[in-house]
Each structure stands twice: as C-alpha cells, then as structure tokens.
C-alpha cells in the first residue's frame, strides 16, 4: 500500500522496505513468539516521488536516522501488535517527510534604527549612573 503524503506526492511500496524482528522487553511469552517489532527502511537513494530540494532536506533532517547507503531507518517496538508498529513508523517517515517539505525562511540582514540606538545608549547610561550613586561607601578603594 503506497504512502499518501500530499495529494500529488506519493510514495510507492517499492521506496521502502520492511524488516519484522523479536522486539525486547515485556509481554512474556508473547516477546518469545512472535516478531512483532517493525525496522521501516525508507530508500532514500531510489526515491523519486519528491523533489530534489525535499530530499537534500530530508537527509539533513534525518540526523542518527540516516545509514551510510541513504537509507533513513525507522524502527518501532513500542506496541505488542506488528500492524500498530507497522503504522507507527509510517506516521514518523510521513511526519519527517511533511517536515522536509516546509522551506526555511532566508533571514534577511537589517540594521539598528537610530531610535533603538538612542534607546540602548539611554538605557546604559541609566544602568552607569545607578552604579556609579551606589558608589564605593565604606570600601577602601
């Protein structure tokens, strides 16, 4: 089953990769049994389905995630049942993906106006002249 991000960007299933393995800690016998946690291998190298600029973000946002092939891993072992996991590391690729796609604003230089200016040499003389009244009384300076 593909992965709807946006109504025009879809990811099919042959994007990633699943891998089921025993997952650790409670639940029993059940741990013992049955491999219910989830690693989503989300190939990144093969991707076609999102734009150039949303992948460079993408492998930047990825962080720890991101293997040395491209491939980012998302792993799931929180829940007891494989299907909620399964959907659990959907929902983290999709929420990184949506991440991905928001551009960074370009920060734009400005200067002080003079009126700041005025206002922060004002406010430094009014701190000096506090100090300077509290003035060495009863110090041997």
């Avoid at 016998?29 to 991707?47: G, H, I, T, Y």
């Amino acid at each position: 089953m593909p992965l709807i991000i946006t109504p025009d960007i879809v990811i099919a299933d042959d994007e990633f990769e699943w891998k089921f393995i025993r997952s650790s800690g409670p639940g029993g016998q059940n741990v013992n049994k049955v491999a219910s946690a989830v690693q989503l291998r989300f190939l990144l190298p093969v991707n076609t389905s999102l734009p150039a600029a949303v992948r460079n973000r993408l492998r930047r946002l990825a962080g720890q995630k991101l293997i040395d092939d491209g491939t980012i891993l998302f792993q799931s072992r929180s829940e007891r049942s494989q299907d909620q996991n399964r959907r659990q590391a959907l929902d983290r690729l999709s929420a990184l993906i949506r991440t991905a796609m928001i551009e960074p604003k370009v920060r734009k230089k400005t200067r002080p106006t003079r009126a700041s200016k005025e206002r922060r040499l004002e406010s430094k003389k009014r701190r000096g002249s506090t100090k300077q009244q509290r003035g060495g009384r009863g110090w041997d300076h």
